[in-house]
């Protein structure tokens, strides 16, 4: 008598079957990395613009007579004006200080309308969008926005909106 070697056709199918069910369980918990990955991105950059405002700040005050502009990374942060705060203005060069470029972000400029892919801004804000969705609907609701204070004693805000990230 023969002894056979291998598997049997009705046990390959088995363990065909059994790893697709297993793989058709385990891909959405790894479908959306990307998502996670834009929002981890997103509170990043929240974090930088948070710390260059916050060393503008410091050199503002430090500096007498207060100073219009101050140069960070080799970009030139302009302060607010509308508001002696101390605190950056809201402009592309406290994104080119706190190293979110433009290959990395879609900036949305101060008193930029809303469009399809991007959200409305202040005179006072400006907006970053990630560059993986930037062009795209999702632009609308996945993006870090800075708003410059409003009093001479307020601080400026750092907003986080992901939901479509």
Not at 55 to 76: D, I, Q
């Amino acid at each position: 008598m023969t002894k056979s070697n291998g598997f049997t056709l009705i046990e390959l199918i088995v363990v065909i079957v059994i790893l697709g069910i297993l793989a058709a369980t385990a891909l959405p918990k790894f479908a959306n990395l990307g998502g996670d990955a834009r929002i981890a991105s997103l509170q990043a950059a929240k974090g930088a613009l948070s710390s260059v405002s916050a060393m503008a700040k410091g050199k503002y005050l430090l500096t007498s007579p207060a100073p219009t502009t101050v140069t960070f990374e080799g970009a030139t942060v302009t302060f607010a004006t509308v508001v002696a705060s101390g605190y950056p203005k809201a402009d592309s060069g406290l994104a080119q200080a706190a190293g979110l470029g433009s290959s990395d972000y879609t900036l949305v400029a101060s008193g930029s309308a809303a469009t399809a892919n991007s959200p409305a801004t202040t005179a006072t804000e400006i907006a970053l969008i990630p560059a993986s969705v930037s062009g795209s609907p999702a632009g609308l609701t996945c993006y870090v926005k800075y708003t410059e204070p409003t009093t001479t004693t307020g601080s400026p805000t750092f907003a986080v909106t992901s939901t479509g990230c």
